[in-house]
Nanobody
Framework: QVQLAESGGGLVQAGGSLRVTCVASGGFIRNYDIAWFRQVPGQERDFVAE????????SYTASVKGRFTISRDNAKNTVSLEMNSLKSGDTAVYYC???????????????WGQGTQVTVSS
């Protein structure tokens, strides 16, 4: 069973950049599609980006396209999300998730990390 752990969150000013990373243990991340979701207290957990098992395909929600980049290093069992031109609306807890289906639906993902807080100050 895969365990996921996010790191790299923090406080950044609007317009700044931040990189969050998801490290897998207990299994090989190359066997899974990986997605990032984010959640604001009191709201649903929303899809942000996903990357296919080989990294050949990526997908982003419209609000982050052109600003965020998802990447993976299967040899290191990690997936990263590079976030640029951050806005206050990007403030949320960011979660990585692993699953066997290519999907923007959180129910398609079997394994989740605990999340890392990203706060963008305006």
């Amino acid at each position: 069973q895969v365990q996921l752990a996010e790191s790299g969150g923090g406080l950044v000013q609007a317009g700044g950049s931040l990189r969050v990373t998801c490290v897998a243990s207990g299994g090989f991340i190359r066997n899974y599609d990986i997605a990032w979701f984010r959640q604001v207290p009191g709201q649903e957990r929303d899809f942000v980006a996903e990357i296919s098992r080989t990294g050949a395909a990526t997908s982003y929600t419209a609000s982050v396209k052109g600003r965020f980049t998802i990447s993976r290093d299967n040899a290191k069992n990690t997936v990263s999300l590079e976030m640029n031109s951050l806005k206050s609306g990007d403030t949320a807890v960011y979660y990585c998730a692993a699953g066997k289906s290519w999907s923007t639906n959180l129910n398609a993902y079997d394994y989740w990390g605990q999340g890392t807080q990203v706060t963008v100050s305006s």
